[in-house]
């Protein structure tokens, strides 16, 4: 028997406010352990907490990005369970009644057909503190606990069991991840534990409509490990299935070092968190104009802007999902593009040299040295014939040091590229004066040597002389 995996995802994101999301205590990642925290996300008696306007905002921001319906009226509850990094003793999460409901987002499948997944929910809630183990400064033996964290703000998108393949998960969480970085949300770090995956999977004969048991599968801090994990539980299910066995409904760990999960816990049902509504917070009510500001704030998104810079450009579409991945990089090809007659060369440069930097230097493209207006002046340059491909590479890494335009360094370095056919006739005939076996070679029919003599040329004439020019002169002077 044939089986197809069914797939939901739980992604949680934390929200890039500044403080926590029922207090005023800071949420910066990698504080001193246990410095960020007050009575009230330490739940201590008779405190109440005072709801973050702006991490409202950043849900809903996400909830019309993913076509859901905002709810003018949702509600808190609390979901209560004990554990050591929870000193409540419950979270302050949505059930009944969450902020956004029915939305999708597409993913993009191998040949270009897109596929919807619906996302069931995203509701606000808090998030635990960290249980830390075993590191430089906790005895192998010890566990100790970091309470920073409790109360940063987090989203919880819920999808539908839309997702067939590890694949599909990996495009659906690539995709969530640019949307929150486009929208300025959340900072997607998986390492970090910005972003987190859970991944709900269970299997189903071929052509049978209803769902199988499911497992949880928890702990993969990358995209990588996302994809492994639901490969190697979906294999373990099968054969599971195939042995005449059953699968039991429970959640798992992912243990990246072994490469597979193991059991962790029978799975909690909903009625064994005792949800209630949150006495210590009104309901929570959108009106409609907040709502419109909200949508009108929103930033071109990225499937819109990749489509704009095949159309409007004409972009291949490769370039223009590369130059789209991140918002910062797109703005940057746009204000540039928009200043420089070619975009396709500008296309070029920005995927090719620009993005090569700011690997080589592990920085984001805010801090690059080059503004896009400098950059255009280059990038003019070249597209005008002033200077040739090979000298603009030489003054961009000019430019990444000394802070000097393109036009600045031609003009110092006397770069302007030579395209006077009397000059190049003059070095050609050097060239070929200088090297008499090379040239019987090439008569003799020997083609690479030609590609020895430009390169010839172009030491000579340091590298200025347009290589076009060059080319047809040196030819036909070897014809003759
Ligand atoms: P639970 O009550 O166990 O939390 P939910 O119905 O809330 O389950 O769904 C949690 C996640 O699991 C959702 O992303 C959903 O799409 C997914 N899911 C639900 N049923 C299945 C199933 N049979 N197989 C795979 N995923 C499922
Ligand atoms: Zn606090
Ligand atoms: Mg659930």
């Known amino acids: 028997m044939k089986y197809e995996p069914v797939i939901g995802l739980e992604v949680h994101a934390q929200l890039l406010t500044e403080s926590k999301i029922f207090c005023r205590c800071g949420t910066a990642f990698g504080a001193p352990q246990n410095s ?36 003018a009226h949702s509600i808190f509850a609390r979901k209560n369970y004990f554990y050591p990094d929870l000193p409540k003793g419950y979270q302050i999460s949505q059930y009944e009644e969450p ?45 100790l606990i970091d309470v920073n964290r409790c109360g940063t703000p987090l989203i919880e998108i819920v999808s539908e069991p839309d997702i067939r393949s590890p694949r ?14 486009y ?40 995209f990588r490990n996302v994809e492994k994990a639901i490969e190697f539980e979906i294999n373990r ?33 909903a009625h064994d968190y005792r949800y209630f509504p949150e006495p210590d917070l009104v309901p929570l009510r959108i009106d409609e104009k907040w709502r419109e500001e909200i949508q009108a704030s929103l930033p071109e998104l990225p499937w819109a802007r990749r489509h704009r810079f095949i159309e ?20 940057f090809f746009d204000a540039t593009a928009r200043l420089v007659k070619d975009a396709k060369l500008t296309s070029n440069w920005v995927m090719g040299e620009v993005l090569r930097v700011l690997k080589e230097q592990k920085i984001d493209i805010t801090q690059f040295a080059i503004k896009p207006a400098a950059f255009a002046e280059l990038l003019n340059l070249m597209a005008a014939g002033t200077i040739s491909a090979k000298i603009a590479k030489e003054i961009f890494e000019a430019m990444l040091t000394g802070g000097k335009s ?10 302007v590229q030579v395209s006077d056919t009397g000059v190049i006739e003059k070095a050609v005939d050097a060239i070929i004066a200088a090297h008499p076996q090379e040239v019987a070679r090439y008569r003799n029919g020997e083609e690479k040597v030609f590609g020895f003599l430009v390169g010839q040329l172009m030491k000579a004439t340091q590298g200025k002389a347009n290589p076009k020019v060059a080319n047809e002169v040196l030819r036909s002077k070897l014809a003759n």
């Open 36 to 71: 960020q925290v007050c009575p009230i996300c330490l739940g201590m008696p008779g405190v109440l907490p005072v709801l973050n306007r702006q991490a409202v905002a950043f849900a809903i921001r996400m909830g019309l990005a993913t076509n859901c319906r905002i709810a």
């Open 312 to 331: 409007h450009y004409g972009l291949p579409k490769y370039d223009a999902e590369v130059l789209t991945e991140e918002q910062a990089v797109a703005e």
């Open 99 to 143: 902020l956004c409901e029915n939305g999708w987002v597409e993913i993009e499948m191998e040949g270009g057909a897109l596929k919807r997944i619906g996302l069931t929910r995203i509701h606000l809630e808090e998030d635990a503190g960290k249980s830390v183990h075993a590191e430089e400064y906790v005895a192998g033996n010890e566990t």
């Open 406 to 415: 393109a036009k600045t360094i031609v003009a110092e370095k006397g770069l």
């Open 183 to 222: 929208l300025g949300i959340c900072d997607g770090n998986m390492e970090e534990g910005s972003l987190r995956c859970d991944a709900n999977i269970s299997i189903r004969p071929i052509g049978e409509e209803k769902f199988g048991v499911k497992t949880e599968l928890k702990n993969m801090n990358s």
């Open 168 to 181: 599909e998960a990996y495009l659906y969480l690539n995709r969530l991840r640019q949307l929150v970085r």
């Open 237 to 269: 299910q099968t054969q599971l299935l195939e042995a005449g066995g059953r699968v039991v409904q429970q959640t798992m760990l992912w243990d990246a070092n072994d490469g597979k999960v193991l059991p962790m816990r029978s799975k909690e049902e």
